[in-house]
């Protein structure tokens, strides 16, 4: 008898683990287009913090698009990306939260992991907008790539770097006629860090929603 409720366990658990793992999917990436955009100079005068989103997705090409402007590969020799980091560490990882599921942007491959099936993207904030928006990025520093500072200066240097790629997501959603808000305002970053599945060492620094102006 406890034979066979030890069988049933296991197989109930299998069932249950490969449903989840066959739902999630990782997603490649179309090509990034490099070319384009608006002038600098024009894009520095429509750069600007928004607060009301339409619910309507982006395409996987904006997606490709604008993550390759946050903090993808500029350089395949060096494999270095649009965004500096101190000493090269290239410490940030970008957690891309679409109503799809929760995704870590994966510049070598040019595609999203698949990290969590769940709309996680009420946990990415506090604010109004934050649920609906079809884009939360967080920024996630793993801090055992930031070797031979203290810990205090990991945090400094961690938001220095996320705040280039935070820029380069403006300058980005000003070229594109899209809105964005980079955000303190998180919330409960510890609940949200176990959605994300991060381990420890993993630091969550700032979130930053995109998506088409309202209206
Ligand atoms: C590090 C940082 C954190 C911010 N956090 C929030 C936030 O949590 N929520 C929000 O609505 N705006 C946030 N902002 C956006 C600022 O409020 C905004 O940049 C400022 O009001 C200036 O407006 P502008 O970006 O249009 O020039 C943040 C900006 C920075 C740089």
């Known amino acids: 008898m406890r034979m066979k409720l030890f069988s049933v366990a296991v197989m109930m658990f299998s069932i249950a683990y490969f449903a989840e793992a066959q739902e999630l999917r990782d997603i ?52 270095k990306r649009t965004a500096p980091s101190t000493m090269n560490w290239q410490e940030i990882d970008i957690y891309v939260v679409l109503e799809d599921g929760a995704f870590l942007f994966d510049a070598k491959k040019n595609s999203l992991k ?15 907008f934050v649920p609906t928006a079809p884009i939360n990025l967080v920024f ?31 300058l980005f959603c000003a070229s594109e006629g899209l809105a964005t808000v980079v955000r303190g305002l998180i919330g409960d970053k510890k609940a949200l860090a176990d959605a994300l599945k991060l381990s420890d060492g993993k630091k969550i620094i700032l979130a930053q929603t995109v998506g088409y102006p309202a209206n």
């Open 28 to 79: 490649s990436l179309p090509v990034p287009k490099t070319d384009g955009g608006k002038p600098l100079m024009q894009t520095l005068k429509e750069r600007q913090t928004s607060r009301a989103y339409s619910p309507k997705k982006l395409p996987l090409q904006l997606v490709s698009d604008l993550l390759w402007a946050a903090d993808g590969i500029n350089r395949a020799n060096s494999g």
């Open 114 to 128: 698949a990290v969590s099936k769940q709309d996680l993207r009420k946990m990415t904030g506090t604010q109004d």
């Open 140 to 170: 996630v520093a793993d801090t055992a790539k930031m070797k031979g500072v203290s810990s205090d200066d990991q945090i400094l240097y961690a938001g220095a770097d996320v705040g280039f790629i935070s820029q380069n997501v403006y």
